[in-house]
């Protein structure tokens, strides 16, 4: 298994509504990592996981929560979003945790997500 | 400054053409220089990577890397209209270990 799955591929939420992104990698990688992509733009780094752990945080709003609850699992929490947060949501995985080098990412198809 | 420039396009190319992708940075730092493809509503895919200065060549596509310029290519030969995508060029600093800075994308589509 050479690919990095992602549940849902929509999501349409309300600013009070909670809802969990989820992703799965089964090659064995060390390291997990957690994107936000807008339109026509690349995407930004929000949280990174290694050995389970999480090792960085790029000064993400608490409104997204992560959880790593075994090497191949990597959830997104989501509570009280704001219409600004739709976007793509990448999981990707790598083969190398921290420290180490991550240049070799694989990424998942996304989440779309739609706050209204 | 962004430490990495990427011109965004679109490029418009008739199939077997060859392409140049590009990709200027300032950070003297990076070590790894990677090419993303990403298809529409797509995550990105890894086409290739190289470490420091030098080329790299895999079927029909060619990265090269010059440090002292600071500056790196992709040449897509023979090119095809599957090869319409967006390309992210991306890299980081060993040190750094886990992000990689992308640039911008550069969108491309070849013409039948």
């Known amino acids: 298994d050479t690919e990095v799955t992602q549940t849902p591929k929509h999501l349409v939420m309300g600013m009070t509504n909670k809802k969990s992104l989820k992703c799965e990698q089964h090659?064995?990688?060390?390291?997990m990592y957690w994107y936000k992509q807008k339109a026509k733009k690349p995407p930004e780094l929000m949280f990174v996981?290694?050995?389970?752990?999480?090792?960085i945080n790029e000064s993400v709003p608490s409104r997204f929560s992560p959880e790593c609850p075994n090497s191949s699992l990597l959830n997104l929490h989501l509570h009280a979003l704001q219409p600004e947060d739709s976007a793509l949501y990448l999981c990707a995985s790598s083969p190398r945790g921290v420290p180490g080098n991550s240049y070799e990412q694989y990424f998942g198809p996304g989440t779309r997500l739609t706050v209204t | 400054q962004k430490e990495v420039e990427q011109d965004p396009g679109p490029l418009s190319v008739p199939e077997g053409a060859i392409v140049s992708l590009n990709c200027t940075y300032s950070?003297?730092?990076?070590?790894?220089f990677m090419w993303y493809r990403q298809y529409s509503r797509k995550g990105p895919e890894l086409l290739m990577y190289t470490y420091s200065s030098g080329n790299k060549e895999d079927g029909r596509f060619t990265a090269q890397v010059d440090k002292s310029s600071k500056y790196i290519s992709l040449f897509i030969r023979d090119s095809q209209p599957s090869d319409s995508a967006t390309y992210l060029c991306a890299m980081n600093e060993y040190s750094s270990a886990s992000k990689i800075i992308f640039g911008s994308g550069t969108r491309l589509s070849i013409r039948p």
């Open positions: 950070n003297s730092a990076f070590q790894y």
């Open positions: 090659m064995g990688h060390r390291a």
């Open positions: 996981y290694s050995y389970e752990k999480l090792s």
